[in-house]
């Protein structure tokens, strides 16, 4: 079966970094769209950024463009959340999601499969 197995959160001061990974298993990760969406407490799922099948074209939410970076690794079957100059404003749970699409998505209904989620907390 497909698992999503996200990793790499935890508790960090505001103005540092972090590295999410997610490790994909049970499908044919290099044909699938990968995202990041996040969680906070009393809010809904949000999209964080969105990577296509290649890694050639990423996208990203307003609030995170110029500080968090996706990457692929298709060998790997990993995708890579980079952040840095973190904010006390993204304290969440962050999940990947797998989508099998040519494009990027944005809405979390699009997306097929998706990890159990990892905490990342920014203290200020």
């Known amino acids: 079966q497909v698992q999503l197995v996200e990793s790499g959160g935890g508790l960090v001061q505001a103005g540092g970094s972090l590295r999410l990974s997610c490790a994909a298993s049970g499908l044919t990760f290099s044909t699938y769209v990968m995202g990041w969406f996040r969680q906070a407490p009393g809010k809904e799922r949000e999209f964080v950024c969105g990577?296509?099948?290649?890694?050639?074209?990423?996208c990203y939410a307003d609030s995170v463009k110029g500080r968090f970076t996706i990457s692929r690794d298709n060998i790997k079957k990993t995708v890579y959340l980079q952040m840095n100059s973190l904010k006390p404003e993204d304290t969440a749970v962050y999940y990947c999601?797998?989508?099998?699409?040519?494009?990027?998505?944005?809405?979390?209904?699009?997306?097929?499969?998706w990890g159990q989620g990892t905490q990342v907390t920014v203290s200020s």
């Open positions: 990577i296509n099948r290649s890694g050639g074209s990423t």
């Open positions: 999601a797998a989508r099998d699409r040519i494009v990027v998505a944005t809405r979390s209904r699009d997306y097929d499969y």
